[in-house]
C-alpha cells in the first residue's frame, strides 16, 4: 500500500478510532476523590452527587434538573452509532460533533468540581484528584472533532463549546447559591447555639450523625478568630481553628462582608449562619465544617 493510501486510510478511520476511546473510558475512572473513584458515567447515573454528597456533604445544588443529566448518556451511544457510519463508509460527522461537544463538556465538569473540592481542603491539587483516563478521554474527544471535514475554525468552536458551556453552568449556580438573602439569616431564630471546640470535637466524634443534626441548620457557633481572609471587596471568610488542623470556615457576603472586615484574628466573635456540612480529609486527617449566609451575632 503507498503512503498516500495509508494516509487516506488512516484519515478515514480517525473518527471511529477516537470515539472508541471515548466509548471504552467513558465507563473508566476519571478521578479519586477522598479514595472513592469516580468515572464518567456515573454524573448520568446520579453517583457522582451520591459521593460528593456522602463524602463531603456536597449535594446537587440544583436537584430540579437532575433529570438533565441523563443527556450524557449520549456520549457512549453516539460514540457507537459514529463508530458503525464511520466502518459503512458514511459520513458521521454531526454524531462525532454531538459526542465531542458532550464529551468535553462533561470532563470540564469533573475538572470544575475536583477544583471546588481542592479549594475546601481536600487534595493538594486538582492534578492530584485526576485519573490519566481523564486526559485520555479529552484527548480522543478533541481528535473526534478535528477528525471531520470541516474549517479549523469550526473545529476549535466545537472544542471549546463544551468546556464554556461548564463554566458557565458553574458560573450560574455559584450566582445562584450567593444570591441566597443574607438578611434572613438574621431575622432566623438560630436552631442550635454551641461553642467552636464543642461543634469542632462533635463533628470529629462522628460526622456522619453530625452532619444530619446540623446540615442546612441555622447555627449560632462563638468562637475566636484564628484566619481572617478577605476576597476582593464582596467576599470575608472567618475561620476557627483546633490544634489539629481541623477549622470551621464562614462565608460573609454583600453588606455582611462589610461588618466582618471590622473583625480582626483573636477576637471572640459569634457568628450566625447555614451549616453546610463538613468534610474529612484523610490525607491530612482534618475536618473542615462549612457555613454559608452567615451574619456577626455580636462583635
Known amino acids: 500500500m503507498s503512503p498516500n493510501n495509508q494516509t487516506n486510510t488512516l484519515s478515514r478511520w480517525l473518527p471511529a478510532i477516537a470515539a472508541g476511546i471515548v466509548l471504552i473510558v467513558f465507563f473508566l475512572p476519571w478521578v479519586s476523590w477522598a479514595g472513592t473513584a469516580v468515572s464518567g458515567y456515573e454524573f448520568p447515573s446520579g453517583k457522582f452527587f451520591a459521593v460528593s454528597a456522602d463524602k463531603f ?4 445544588p440544583m436537584p430540579g434538573l437532575s433529570f438533565s443529566f441523563a443527556i ?3 456520549i457512549p451511544v453516539l460514540a457507537a452509532v459514529t463508530i458503525g457510519l464511520t466502518a459503512a463508509g458514511k459520513n458521521s460527522n454531526w454524531t ?5 461537544v458532550l464529551s468535553l463538556s462533561l470532563a470540564a465538569v469533573y475538572i470544575l468540581f475536583s477544583k471546588t473540592l ?19 478521554f ?4 478533541v481528535l473526534l472533532v478535528f477528525s471531520t471535514r ?3 475554525l469550526k473545529k476549535a468552536g466545537l472544542a471549546l463549546a463544551g468546556p464554556v458551556f461548564a463554566i458557565a453552568g458553574f458560573m450560574i449556580i455559584q450566582q445562584k447559591i450567593a444570591g441566597e438573602e443574607f438578611s434572613d439569616t438574621a431575622k432566623v431564630k438560630a436552631d442550635f447555639t454551641v461553642t467552636a471546640d464543642a461543634l469542632m470535637k462533635e463533628f ?3 460526622d456522619s450523625a453530625a452532619n444530619k443534626k446540623y446540615l442546612e441548620k441555622i447555627i449560632e457557633v462563638k468562637g475566636k478568630t484564628a484566619d481572617i481572609t478577605v476576597s476582593g471587596d464582596t467576599t470575608v471568610n472567618f475561620k476557627f481553628t483546633d490544634p489539629g488542623g481541623s477549622f470551621i470556615n464562614f462565608s460573609f457576603d454583600g453588606k455582611e462582608a462589610d461588618a466582618a472586615k471590622l473583625v480582626k ?14 468534610m474529612y480529609s484523610e490525607i491530612l486527617g482534618t475536618t473542615t465544617i462549612t457555613f454559608k449566609r452567615c451574619t456577626l451575632s455580636n462583635k
Open 204 to 206: 470529629a466524634a462522628g
Open 72 to 74: 450524557f448518556w449520549l
Open 57 to 60: 456533604s456536597l449535594s446537587n
Open 265 to 278: 484574628a483573636g477576637d471572640e466573635v459569634t457568628v450566625k449562619g447555614a451549616c453546610s456540612g463538613s
Open 96 to 100: 462525532a460533533w454531538i459526542t465531542a
Open 138 to 141: 479529552i484527548a480522543a474527544a
Open 150 to 152: 470541516i474549517s479549523l
Open 118 to 136: 481542592v479549594d475546601l481542603g481536600v487534595g493538594q491539587s486538582v492534578f492530584s484528584l485526576l485519573s490519566p483516563l481523564i486526559y485520555v
